[in-house]
């Protein structure tokens, strides 16, 4: 006897766990822990006594019939029926869900206020290249975003695709609906039975993903209950579930209470292949550990062009160079549009208002933004007396600001509300004015009642919710909160130092502070929940409103270990200026600058920007380390790609530039990328690789500049031996002039290194002995080794070395 057992289908269908097709030739995975904790004892084995009499030959169905106390037969007809009915009822689904995609994917707006110009997310998906991670391990780039299904590195059941705010996680999401609806040609999605995309600020007190379905992504009318949806999505071969925003998720903290916690941890839904998109702050506190990481880097010059000449410009040369030349001459706005939303709405305005617009901070940008949306609808007005009082709601939006405020600020983030709420805070007038312009979305969300209490007719009830446009406007508006309120006299920031958190690398800027005024002033522990890694333009923009609150602002960042870079740009939003802050970046930039794997990305990108004024400004820029986070060397522009993802760009007034590298061995064509990058500045004196393999030699006929201006390329192995680069024929000899390196004593440094930087990753095990015990896997010849190394007292490794295996 061959083939699927119907009842036993049943059986597990009732208590609501996943088996995968059962035969009586094949293992039968059965989850013992489960089932003790969800179903007796004498059913689990009744259950096995049925299976038991199939292997054996015998009917089940004749067996069954002699036990009329089968807890199961009574719903057996129904699911009978409804596995009959299997294909039927998955085709209706999947129609439904494309027909429900469909509306989605068509119906993009670039530029919210203007509705007349609607776009397929296909016509404006622009890919900004992804980096993944698998267990820990190093950041690697990803070429397209089709590979995230595809690429044998990647596979798992289980995906989170992080990026901060406005990099195009929702755009993302939509483009994979995109690709299934329209069964788009070479895409991996075409082989996927079901997908499914939820939007998480939707599910707030949606017990499960099967509800979720049925009340976010089936038309009103649909025939299809949550028990029938999960059957068929049971027992359905591929399923693909996206799950967008996490961050904007209402049911975090619920833990194990919540279905979309459990999918994450892997904990049901396993046989799911899911995708979790959320802002790098808000990454889940625990998820399967074979979760495949991937992040979205932002946009970059290709990307940006590509973008422009996809959707506005085509092939008219003239602007696309305009738009690229004010961006180089602008580091601001170099910075505002490596976000892709910010992008997208600079390039469209620019080409509608028929000029490249510049602008010397991000209020400044987004001010200009939001201005933008209210003259579109202000255009419209014919009436002096409507005009006036839509004029005043432009200008005054205190209520609006608290609302926003308050749901960034509070323990767990509020970013969708009810309708009727926020007109009865905003007044109806004042809401309809910015639901019109766009900075408002109303969505209809339907909500399930469960309470027994209520009528048939009311277990499915409708209401409207409204949000922002998108997160970044809330902070804008928040950001007017914050701003009138810190310029109050009366209110100090007040910064609670945690000497622990000093030493952290990872923890570059730790904002646990509070505003205090009043103890009885419900806003008194207003900085408490609101760190820049999540909220950093409400930062931004707050100092770039008010120049008191911005004053009070820098001096809380800088009160934190690593907040001075990402201080000083606060600084700036103030002014719009250099003067002002010039003094402070010339402090800056005579130590040490240091990028380091571990900094945020709001760090590096803040440490960056810094230094690119400094470049433009004349500044000298004494000193840059890179401690292993040097991604490669991109040729096209010369700049240096961090595993962050962040570019350094050429800098003119760099003095010496080290890059560190533990376990690495640079290649001559790395090797080269570095250097031509070096030669962009017009100060530098040494260059210095530490603690990697270089080449053997290097080709320098391209580096005659380097030679006229006697830089002088250092390579550090960290036990005592140096060598500097002949820049006339490319060989290393040592720094002390004494002579060429030899092929053999090549050799033997690259030996000593290798095992060198094993032995700076272990500790020592006898320190008094001097001796270290090292356990390393020989690539080369992929054999372990397990020596113990006689460290000398003058600090190379040239001593003894004792295979002890």
Not at 276 to 296: D, E, F, H, I, Q
Request: proline letters at 4%; a negative charge; charged letters at 25%.
């Amino acid at each position: 006897m061959s083939g699927e057992i119907p009842y036993v289908r049943s059986f597990f269908f009732i208590y609501e766990n996943y088996f995968e097709t059962l035969s009586i030739q094949q293992h039968i995975p059965v989850d013992i822990n489960y089932f003790h904790t969800t179903v007796s004892s004498s059913v689990i084995e009744l259950l096995f006594n049925i299976l038991g009499r199939c292997l054996k030959g015998n009917t089940p169905q004749t067996e069954v019939e002699k036990d009329a106390n089968l807890p199961m037969l009574s719903v057996q007809s129904r699911n009978n029926q409804l596995y009959g009915n299997l294909h039927k009822g998955k085709d209706a689904l999947v129609m439904q869900l494309k027909s429900k995609y469909a509306d989605l994917t068509a119906a993009v707006y670039p530029v919210p206020y203007l509705r007349e110009k609607i776009y397929s997310v296909n016509d404006v998906f622009v890919e900004s290249g992804f980096d993944f991670q698998i267990r820990g391990g190093s950041w690697k780039t990803l070429d397209t975003y089709d590979k995230i299904f595809s690429d044998p590195r990647l596979i798992s059941s289980r995906r989170i695709i992080e990026g901060e705010a406005g990099y195009g996680k929702s755009t993302l999401s939509l483009k994979f609906a995109y690709d299934w609806c329209n069964n788009v040609e070479g895409s991996p999605l075409n082989r996927k039975e079901i997908f499914i995309l939820l939007q998480l600020r939707q599910l707030g007190g949606v017990k499960s993903i099967f509800d979720a379905i049925k009340q976010c992504l089936l038309p009103k009318d649909t025939q299809f209950t949550s028990p029938e949806i999960e059957g068929i999505l049971r027992e359905s071969k591929s399923v693909v579930v996206v799950l967008d925003g996490y961050d904007e998720y209402p049911d975090q903290e619920k833990g194990k209470d919540s279905f979309v916690i459990n999918i994450i941890n892997k904990e049901i839904m396993q046989q799911f292949e899911v995708i979790l998109t959320t802002r790098s702050a808000y990454l889940p506190k625990n998820y399967s550990p074979g979760t495949a990481m991937l992040r979205l880097k932002g946009f970059d010059d290709k990307a940006r062009e590509l973008y422009l000449r996809k959707v506005l410009v085509g092939d008219d040369n003239n602007t696309v160079d305009k738009v690229k030349e004010k961006m180089r001459e602008n580091p601001f706005l170099e910075d505002i549009c490596q976000v892709p939303l910010f992008y997208v709405l600079f390039a469209h305005l620019s080409t509608m208002e028929g000029t490249v617009l510049k602008f010397n901070s991000v209020t400044v940008f987004f001010r200009h933004i939001i201005s933008c949306f209210h003259s579109h609808g202000k255009n419209k007005i014919t009436d002096p007396v409507e005009k006036t009082t839509f004029e005043s709601y432009e200008r005054t939006h205190h209520a609006l600001d608290e609302i926003a405020f308050e749901g960034l600020s509070g323990e767990s983030q509020q970013l969708i509300w009810e309708k009727d709420f926020i007109c009865k805070k905003l007044g109806y007038e004042f809401y309809k004015q910015y639901i019109n312009i766009g900075v408002l979305v109303e969505e209809e969300v339907r909500h399930i009642q469960d309470d027994p209490s209520h009528y048939s007719s009311q277990h499915i009830q409708y209401r409207q919710e409204v949000r922002f446009y998108h997160k970044l406007f809330c902070e804008w508006y928040a950001a007017h909160f914050l701003a009138n309120y810190a310029a109050k006299p009366e209110v100090t920031l007040d910064p609670r130092n945690d000497d622990d958190d000093t030493n952290n690398p990872g923890n570059d800027i730790e904002l646990e502070g509070s505003i205090q005024k009043n103890p009885h002033d419900k806003y008194e522990n207003v900085l408490e929940n609101l760190h820049p890694a999540d909220v950093q333009y409400l930062y931004r923009f707050a100092c770039g409103l008010n120049a008191t609150a911005a004053e009070k602002i820098y001096q809380y960042v800088t009160s934190k270990y690593g907040g001075d870079k990402f201080a000083i740009l606060c600084l700036v939003e103030q002014t719009g200026k250099l003067d002002q802050i010039k003094p402070m970046i010339e402090k800056l930039c005579a130590s040490t600058v240091m990028f380091h794997r571990e900094h945020s990305m709001l760090l590096q990108r803040s440490t960056i920007q810094i230094l690119e004024i400094a470049s433009l400004q004349q500044i000298p820029i004494a000193h840059l380390w890179l401690c292993n986070c040097l991604k490669e060397v991109n040729n096209a522009d010369r700049s240096l790609l961090l595993t962050s993802g962040v570019k350094i760009r050429q800098l003119h007034t760099l003095s010496a530039l080290d890059i560190r590298e533990n376990d690495r061995e640079m290649t001559e064509k790395e090797t080269v990328g570095i250097i031509k990058y070096c030669i962009q500045s017009r100060e530098l004196i040494t260059l210095k690789f530490k603690y990697c393999l270089m080449p053997w030699s290097i080709d320098t006929e391209k580096f005659n500049v380097f030679q006229e201006k006697k830089v002088t390329v250092l390579w550090d192995t960290g036990f005592a031996s140096s060598f500097k680069l002949n820049l006339e024929n490319g060989s290393w000899q040592r720094e002390d002039d004494s002579g060429p390196l030899t092929q053999q004593e090549y050799d033997e440094e690259v030996r000593y290194v290798m095992l060198g930087l094993i032995v700076l990753q272990m500790h020592f095990e006898d320190p008094k002995a001097n001796t270290v015990r090292v356990t390393a896997l020989c690539a080369p010849l992929n054999t372990m080794i397990i020596e113990t190394v006689n460290l000398p007292r003058q600090g190379n490794l040239l001593g003894e070395y004792e295979n002890s295996s």
